[in-house]
């Protein structure tokens, strides 16, 4: 299994950024996909998360402004992040769990104020 992220980039504040992650060597349609975020000295934290019927959650900082997707034809899922704020600022992670955790390489994200 494979995740690969893109789509981070250097934004200022009230600015957007879509992120992109596509996996392989997995059932895609079957797993639930999920989007963390990490900056140094801090834990990894959960976004955002879309479960295989499509139902999504989010953690209450990034409600109204961050939205999640997934295109089961292309084995990828997005994150459309709007009103992006400098705590925003980390490396965002796509995430699934199939038998085992399965990590993708991480994108860059920087909202400068």
């Known amino acids: 299994v494979q995740l690969q992220a893109s789509g981070g980039g250097l934004v200022q504040a009230g600015g957007s950024l879509r992120l992109s992650c596509v996996a392989s060597g997995m059932i895609f349609s079957t797993n639930s996909m999920n989007w963390y975020r990490q900056v140094p000295g801090k834990q990894r934290e959960w976004v955002a998360g879309?479960?295989?019927?499509?139902?999504?959650n989010y953690v209450d900082s990034v409600k109204d402004r961050f939205t999640i997707s997934r295109d089961n034809a292309k084995n990828t899922v997005d994150l459309q992040m709007s009103r992006l704020q400098p705590e925003d600022t980390g490396v965002y992670y796509c995430?699934?769990?199939?038998?085992?955790?399965?990590w993708g390489q991480g994108t860059q994200v920087t909202v400068s104020s």
């Open positions: 995430y699934s769990f199939a038998r085992r955790e399965y």
């Open positions: 879309i479960t295989s019927g499509g139902r999504t």
